[in-house]
């Protein structure tokens, strides 16, 4: 979600004038674009506006402007800690960020006189909803993003068709649950998320369609006929697990318990055969014993999960779960972090052998100067093969001839 917000900012700055660089010694202009999930991306932030105090002392004129999750929890104490820093945008405000930026910054890009080209992207991200009022009861971003709101259908497909435009051949919509997403169509009509990834499927100029993240407990059988039946959609499902114990997912507030997982996992896996399944975990939450943590294991194994994001739970100011204590030893957390992980690769590692020989639908996302293309499979694995430069943005069929746990290796077989 930070990275499509960045994005689209980015794309404002341009469109008057901006110029980007990759160097903040450069940079009349720096906006940290800031997370508040976990503390560690919090110290990050705050690392990155030590960093930023020193090139300040050497170039008074450049404006720092703090923005998203950490700025909208933090926005009355940061300008203490950094007084610096020129505006504060929290996350909540973020939907207007074009406006407060041109308020800020006045006349200062228009003078330019060099327009940079926005280049091609041929994969885009696009917020169809903001914020989240599930209070799972370890998480934040109700805090700062507040409550639900799905985009209105008719905005977010112009988006696309914009897109699709300027090139994009493969869009992702973001929602923190995508699967709550709803909107007035025409007349007294609902647009539930299947609705809208038919419509977008439909959209000319976009080849692939992709979403995240969604949640178990909102999950129905339209989606997964919906996925099923449009060309379009990938063959991959972000399905956060977080635990496999119905103890911790009860104290998480998830609202659905590990046999509903499975049996969620195995209709999608049954309708949809080629499909791929990642998911988050975290361990550590508060009362987590060796026994819910083994039944987490089990849980991964049956689901043959192609990718896992772990992390160690982290207490959050304001939540619910950081009222109590933070009982799982940091240790525990690194042990069972790393026995996750271990296993986790272990199980990418046989899922993706298992592809050598067949022929896998990739979308040529870049080829080096000594040719060598990489791409995605519509399973969402990386994939690496001889190719041509002017094989950039199209869709080819690509024989699996090596594997390892994370990418694959191939040879060109034909365009799609
Ligand atoms: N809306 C998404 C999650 C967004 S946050 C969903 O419900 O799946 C992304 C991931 O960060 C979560 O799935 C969770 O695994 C992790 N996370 C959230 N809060 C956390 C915390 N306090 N400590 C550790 N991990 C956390
Ligand atoms: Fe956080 Fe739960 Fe909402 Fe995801 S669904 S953003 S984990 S409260």
């Given at each position: 979600m930070n990275v499509a917000d960045s994005a689209a900012i980015g794309e404002h700055l341009r469109s008057r004038g901006g110029v980007a660089t990759d160097l903040a010694q450069q940079a009349d202009l720096v906006i940290v674009n800031t997370c508040s999930v976990r503390g560690q991306a919090e110290h990050k932030a705050l690392s990155y506006l030590g960093r930023l105090a020193l090139i300040k002392v050497k170039q008074p004129a450049m404006k720092v402007v703090f923005a998203g999750c950490m700025a909208e929890r933090v926005k009355e104490s940061i300008k203490k800690r950094f007084?610096?820093?020129n505006l504060v945008v929290g996350a909540r405000d973020i939907e207007y960020f074009p406006q407060l930026l041109d308020k800020f910054l006045g006349d200062m890009l228009d003078d330019r006189s060099v327009l940079s080209a926005a280049t091609p992207q041929l994969t885009s991200f696009i917020n169809i909803m903001r914020g989240c009022e599930n209070h799972c009861s370890y998480c934040i971003v109700p805090t700062v993003r507040g409550p639900e709101k799905s985009r209105a259908v008719d905005d977010i497909l112009a988006d696309i068709r914009r897109m699709a435009a300027a090139g994009t051949k493969e869009v992702t919509l973001l929602g923190q649950n995508v699967n709550s997403y709803t909107s007035a169509g025409r007349g007294k009509t609902i647009i539930d998320f299947s609705d809208l990834l038919q419509m977008v499927n439909g959209i000319d100029g976009i080849d692939r369609i992709r979403f995240m993240t969604n949640h178990p407990k909102d999950f129905n059988d339209k989606l997964i006929e919906t996925m099923s039946s449009?060309?379009?959609?990938?063959?991959h499902i972000h399905l956060p697990l977080q635990s496999g114990s119905d103890t911790i997912l009860a104290a998480m507030n998830r609202k659905y318990t590990a046999g509903d997982y499975l049996t969620l996992a195995n209709k999608l896996k049954h309708a949809i055969p080629r499909l791929a399944i990642t998911t988050d975990i975290m361990v550590g939450?508060?009362?987590?014993?060796d026994a819910d943590f083994a039944a987490t294991l089990r849980i991964i194994e049956h689901t043959d999960f192609d990718f896992l994001y772990a992390f160690k739970y982290s207490p959050r100011p304001g939540t619910p779960a950081a009222a109590?204590?933070?009982?799982?030893i940091r240790s525990k957390k690194e042990e069972r972090l790393a026995i996750l992980l271990e296993q986790a690769d272990s199980i990418a590692a046989r899922k993706n052998a298992k592809l050598i020989g067949t022929h896998q639908e990739v979308l040529v996302e870049e080829v080096t100067a000594n040719g060598i293309a990489g791409g995605r499979t519509r399973a969402n694995k990386k994939i690496f093969f001889a190719g041509e430069s002017n094989l950039r943005g199209t869709l080819v069929s690509i024989t699996v001839t090596g594997s390892k746990a994370y990418s694959l290796e191939g040879s060109f077989t034909s365009c799609v």
């Amino acid at each position: 979600m930070n990275v499509a917000d960045s994005a689209a900012i980015g794309e404002h700055l341009r469109s008057r004038g901006g110029v980007a660089t990759d160097l903040a010694q450069q940079a009349d202009l720096v906006i940290v674009n800031t997370c508040s999930v976990r503390g560690q991306a919090e110290h990050k932030a705050l690392s990155y506006l030590g960093r930023l105090a020193l090139i300040k002392v050497k170039q008074p004129a450049m404006k720092v402007v703090f923005a998203g999750c950490m700025a909208e929890r933090v926005k009355e104490s940061i300008k203490k800690r950094f007084p610096f820093i020129n505006l504060v945008v929290g996350a909540r405000d973020i939907e207007y960020f074009p406006q407060l930026l041109d308020k800020f910054l006045g006349d200062m890009l228009d003078d330019r006189s060099v327009l940079s080209a926005a280049t091609p992207q041929l994969t885009s991200f696009i917020n169809i909803m903001r914020g989240c009022e599930n209070h799972c009861s370890y998480c934040i971003v109700p805090t700062v993003r507040g409550p639900e709101k799905s985009r209105a259908v008719d905005d977010i497909l112009a988006d696309i068709r914009r897109m699709a435009a300027a090139g994009t051949k493969e869009v992702t919509l973001l929602g923190q649950n995508v699967n709550s997403y709803t909107s007035a169509g025409r007349g007294k009509t609902i647009i539930d998320f299947s609705d809208l990834l038919q419509m977008v499927n439909g959209i000319d100029g976009i080849d692939r369609i992709r979403f995240m993240t969604n949640h178990p407990k909102d999950f129905n059988d339209k989606l997964i006929e919906t996925m099923s039946s449009c060309a379009k959609v990938c063959d991959h499902i972000h399905l956060p697990l977080q635990s496999g114990s119905d103890t911790i997912l009860a104290a998480m507030n998830r609202k659905y318990t590990a046999g509903d997982y499975l049996t969620l996992a195995n209709k999608l896996k049954h309708a949809i055969p080629r499909l791929a399944i990642t998911t988050d975990i975290m361990v550590g939450f508060p009362g987590e014993t060796d026994a819910d943590f083994a039944a987490t294991l089990r849980i991964i194994e049956h689901t043959d999960f192609d990718f896992l994001y772990a992390f160690k739970y982290s207490p959050r100011p304001g939540t619910p779960a950081a009222a109590g204590e933070d009982s799982v030893i940091r240790s525990k957390k690194e042990e069972r972090l790393a026995i996750l992980l271990e296993q986790a690769d272990s199980i990418a590692a046989r899922k993706n052998a298992k592809l050598i020989g067949t022929h896998q639908e990739v979308l040529v996302e870049e080829v080096t100067a000594n040719g060598i293309a990489g791409g995605r499979t519509r399973a969402n694995k990386k994939i690496f093969f001889a190719g041509e430069s002017n094989l950039r943005g199209t869709l080819v069929s690509i024989t699996v001839t090596g594997s390892k746990a994370y990418s694959l290796e191939g040879s060109f077989t034909s365009c799609v």
